[in-house]
Structures are given as C-alpha cells and as structure tokens.
C-alpha cells in the first residue's frame, strides 16, 4: 500500500507510529488519526476524512480494535472504496510488516501479525532442542575440503556490528530486505552459552539458517566455503571480534556499524554508536586493512563514511 493510516482509541496510534520509526526510521506515508479522549465518533470522522483527502493512491487503514469506533467509522466511510483496506487489531509486528511489506495483501498481513504472537517461554524451552549449529555441534571431524569449489567465494550480503546481535533492526529490516538465507553470529561467549543460542534461534526469522559460532571457527567455515551459495549476513557484537575474525584468516570488505551503546568511557560518534578509546584504536586497525566502515541504523537511512565520523 502507498499509504498507512493508523487509527486508534487515544494515543495508541501516535505510540505504534513513534516505536516504529525508532526500529526502521521516519516513515513519511504512515499517518495517525485518533479517537480524543473527549472526542466522540464526529471528532474522529472529521479528522479521519480530512486526513485521507491529502492522500493519494491505495491506503491501509489499520485500526486498533475490531467493532470500536475507529474500525466502525473507518467501514462506514470506506467500506465500498476499492482503493482501501481495512484491518482491525493493531500491533507493532503488523504495522512493521505492513511498511516493510507494501506490496503484502491484507491476508498476507493478517497470517504475519498472528505468526508474531508467542508464548515466550513455550518457545524458548523449545529452541533449547534445535540443532542450531554451533562450535560445540560441529562434528571435530568436520572435512572443510568438500567444499572447496566455494573456498573463498562466500556470498555475504552484509557484515554488521550490532551489540544486541539479532533484534528488529537485524531479524526484520535488514535480513529480509538483503533476502539473507543464513545468519551467522560471531561471538566466542554466545558459541559457548545455551541460553544465549537459544534466544537468538527465537528472536531469527524462521525463515533463515541461523549459526552462532566462535570468532575462529566462523573465519575457518567461512572462508572454506562452507555455506556454498547462500547469502550470508555476518553479525558481530563489537569492533574487536571482527579485528579478531580478519586475523583469523577472514576476508571482509565492508563493515556495517549499527549499534553500540553508551558504557563507562564512551563518546558519540552517531546517535547510536558511542565507543571507548580502546575501540576506536581497533576501528582504526580494521580501517588499515582497505575495509569500508560504514554507518548505517536502517537500510533507508542514509550511509554514513564511519571512520570520517570518527576522525572528526
């Protein structure tokens, strides 16, 4: 759909619209109109026409409750107009999918929302019993050489240094707008923490392979050709595993640096990236080796020269 229209009982509609833009960024053709606290059906009538008269082309309404007075008015007005949909039971999946997902049908939409609902612990204890491969899984005996036709070909869509590894950002904007077959966390304590690997397998798209390794067997399977033809989206928690994956052996062109949190000792470098004087010395090290470090939250948020922030 061209346009979203969130509609909703008070401020619901205005907190989904906020939450949204601050996992994927600002999001011009998603518009709220809500139902005043003191408003009645008129109120919400007049500011809903007035809004949906400025747009033009398809439009999504998605209202917060089926048989409340935003759904209801928004039938009565647009009911028969071909040009919009309507779907009642708001939330932050559905509406994330549906800006994402514009040329999903309402049906697709619906069938998404309910995937995203989950009993937290039923699911966790479940994971718990996947094979997820892991450096403790892999057979010792491993032989990397029936890979060879792909040793050093690996098809990588994107290397990120995200602190909160898989999380919205990763599992719904960037994994799926690269159409990533398989992500790869590189991270020595999570290779090594049950716990860990089973909210990652959670919180992944269950769409996609998902591999929690060490640092090193990462560069050694990566390199090898292991994962053959698949796109591939390497993920790092900090700076320093990915000065230790290249040490390792890995080849990397490009660094995407997405997330790193303020700590003890931290300065700014973007809105969301602050580092320590330790970091910035590991930036610098990785930069020396002709990768590309670049800043980017979400993909259509503009690309950012990191090592130019840095320096500045």
């Given at each position: 759909m061209e346009n979203i229209v969130l509609v909703s009982h008070g401020q619901m509609a205005?907190?989904?619209?906020?939450?949204?833009?601050?996992?994927?960024?600002?999001?011009?053709?998603?518009?709220?109109?809500?139902?005043?606290?003191?408003?009645?059906?008129?109120?919400?009538?007049?500011?809903?026409?007035?809004?949906?008269?400025t747009l033009n082309g398809s439009t999504l309404i998605i209202a917060d409750l089926l048989g409340g007075t935003p759904c209801n008015v928004s039938l009565r007005n647009y009911l028969e107009d071909d040009q919009v949909a309507i779907l009642a039971g708001m939330s932050l999946p559905l509406v994330i999918e549906a800006t994402l997902n514009t040329q999903a049908t309402p049906a697709e939409l619906v069938k998404a929302a309910k995937g995203a609902v989950a009993d937290v612990k039923v699911e966790m204890s479940a994971t718990t019993e996947e094979v997820v491969e892991t450096t403790a899984a892999a057979?010792?005996?491993?032989?990397?050489?029936?890979?060879?036709?792909?040793?050093?070909?690996?098809?990588?869509?994107?290397?990120?240094i995200d602190e909160r590894l898989i999380h919205g950002q990763v599992a719904g904007i960037w994994s799926t707008s690269l159409n990533t077959q398989r992500i790869i966390v590189i991270n020595d304590e999570a290779a090594k923490d049950p716990l860990q690997k089973s909210s990652l397998r959670m919180a992944a798209p269950s769409s996609m392979r998902l591999s929690v390794l060490t640092v090193a067997e990462a560069a050694k399977?990566?390199?090898a050709g292991k994962y053959g033809a698949q796109r591939i989206f390497l993920l790092f928690k900090?700076?320093?595993?990915?000065?230790?994956?290249?040490?390792?052996?890995g080849e990397l062109t490009t660094v995407n640096v997405g997330n790193m949190s303020y700590k003890e000792g931290t300065r700014e470098v973007t809105k969301s990236i602050q580092v320590t004087e330790a970091e910035e010395a590991v930036f610098e090290d990785i930069a020396k080796r002709q990768i590309k470090i670049t800043a980017q939250r979400v993909p259509n948020d503009p690309v950012v020269d990191f090592m130019e922030k840095l320096r500045s």
């Open positions: 205005a907190g989904v619209k906020a939450t949204l833009e601050m996992i994927v960024g600002k999001q011009d053709h998603v518009y709220v109109v809500s139902l005043k606290p003191d408003g009645d059906d008129r109120q919400f009538e007049a500011d809903l026409q007035a809004e949906m008269k057979p010792a005996t491993d032989d990397l050489a029936q890979y060879q036709a792909y040793a050093g070909k690996a098809n990588i869509v994107n290397v990120r399977n990566v390199q900090n700076p320093t595993d990915v000065l230790r994956y290249l040490e390792a052996g």
